[in-house]
């Protein structure tokens, strides 16, 4: 959006009310796109893009509201419904002296495509796209928007009723024609760019990757776990029992173990995935590999592992404890400690990142928490007394720490190099966390 021009056939300045609440500060800056958050303070919609710039976005967010950077941090979107569920979708630059602006009107949902693109459907189920020129292309007349994915530059629709339903899939980035499956009763199974998918038809059950001609898949069926490279792994009845299996390039493979948890978790790096699996009556599930490259086989990788949270690049991080119902767990790295007692579900590792972050030390009656990282096998602590975090790709973190359960406020840091400098406070909330009790 910064350095391109919307067209005033869909954009209306707004000047009512709104300006940009600026904090000019002494330090070196650094890339928006590394470094944004959105949080809520006083009933106003914040943005952030480091210690340097916040801009006040607009009142109303004490409701329901729905906000996102653009790609490159510079540009944020944001929708605050009324109560017919349809509201104005707003977008402002990070940068001085900007005023928000109107893209439509009576927008429900929308997405994010990449810096120059915005689709978002309309209360009347029109699905609108809208890029470099401001135009607003009509993508359908009637459809429901799934999801936009700005790295693969793709948009995901569908379109049709119950029983009869066509998924549509367009490249922003090319040329290229829309492309389309149809005669969808159900989908069983996408995968988290829709590149892959599993839909029951009327005649069976035929799997698609990157929206090719879609192959039948054997019958019998009963879940699919997980898909990588290409791949999908799913579970399927054989007479009495059920057994799991790997489909690729058109062939099936039987799996040594059956998957009995639904925990799946891909390396696409490695084309791996790892799994849980409960046997041999154990209270707590076995972690094992499985290689896409050989056909499925299958390695045993641990026991008594209760949460897997991430593998990329070979590094798998999993939560490891004797008691299923603990609070506390012990978390490794390719079998070997990182940490002991963290809190059970507070561990995250942003894209783009290889430090994992995780929460210990829970206070139940404040909701706060000790938020520690590991990076090259270091773990540091970042901050005391955290009630949220927000991370980021560069491996920095927004943290609203010395929260006031009854007056429902915070201050918000950036944490970056050790450091922890101010941004608010009297925050409310961080937008969509990714650590919070």
Not at 360 to 379: N, P
Not at 400 to 419: F, I, N, P, W
Request: aromatic share 10%.
């Amino acid at each position: 959006m910064n350095k391109k021009k919307w067209l005033a056939l869909m954009c209306i300045v707004v000047s009512v009310g709104l300006t940009a609440c600026k904090s000019d500060r002494s330090d070196e800056n650094a890339e928006a796109g590394e470094k944004a958050v959105l949080y809520t303070k006083n009933g106003e919609l914040y943005a952030a893009s480091d210690e340097k710039m916040t801009v006040c976005l607009d009142s109303g967010a004490d409701a329901y509201y729905e906000a996102e950077f653009s790609e490159d941090g510079q540009s944020v979107f944001w929708l605050i419904p009324e109560a017919d569920g349809s509201g104005e979708l707003k977008m402002q630059q990070m940068a001085e002296d900007t005023s928000p602006v109107v893209i439509d009107d009576r927008v429900k949902v929308f997405e994010i495509c990449d810096n120059d693109e915005v689709v978002y459907m309309t209360a009347d189920e029109k699905i609108y796209l809208n890029g470099e020129s401001g135009a607003g292309e009509i993508l359908t007349e009637k459809g429901t928007l799934y999801q936009a994915d700005k790295s693969a530059k793709t948009i995901i629709w569908a379109e049709g009723s119950d029983g009869d339903t066509s998924l549509f899939m367009k490249n922003t980035d090319s040329e290229d024609p829309i492309k389309q499956v149809d005669g969808i009763q159900s989908l069983l199974y996408s995968s988290s760019d829709y590149m892959t998918l599993v839909a029951q038809k009327q005649n069976g059950i035929y799997f698609t990757e990157n929206f090719s001609e879609p192959e039948k898949l054997p019958e019998g069926i009963v879940n699919v776990l997980g898909s990588c490279c290409g791949s999908i792994v799913y579970n399927r009845q054989d007479g009495y029992e059920v057994n799991s299996y790997l489909y690729t390039d058109g062939q099936e493979y039987k799996l040594d173990k059956t998957i009995n948890t639904g925990i799946f978790m891909t390396d696409e790096a490695e084309k791996k995935a790892y799994v849980l699996i409960l046997e041999n009556e154990r209270s707590v599930p076995s972690m094992y590999s499985i290689d896409f490259k050989e056909k499925g086989a299958m390695i045993h990788r641990d026991d008594d592992v209760s949460e897997i949270y991430s593998a990329k690049d070979g590094a798998c991080y999993y939560a490891k404890s004797t008691d299923i119902g603990s609070s506390k767990v012990d978390l490794y790295c390719n079998e070997k400690l990182v940490e002991s007692d963290i809190e059970v579900g507070m561990a995250w590792q942003t894209e783009g990142s290889e430090a994992i972050w995780f929460a210990k030390d829970l206070d139940m009656e404040t909701g706060s928490f000790t938020l520690k990282y590991c990076e090259d096998g270091q773990v540091t602590e970042a901050a005391k007394d955290v009630s949220s975090a927000k991370l980021c790709a560069d491996g920095s973190a927004f943290v609203l720490t010395d929260y006031d359960q009854t007056a429902q406020k915070g201050v918000l840091s950036l944490y970056e190099r050790g450091k922890l400098a101010h941004i608010d406070e009297d925050v409310k909330e961080i937008h969509l966390p990714d650590i919070a009790a």
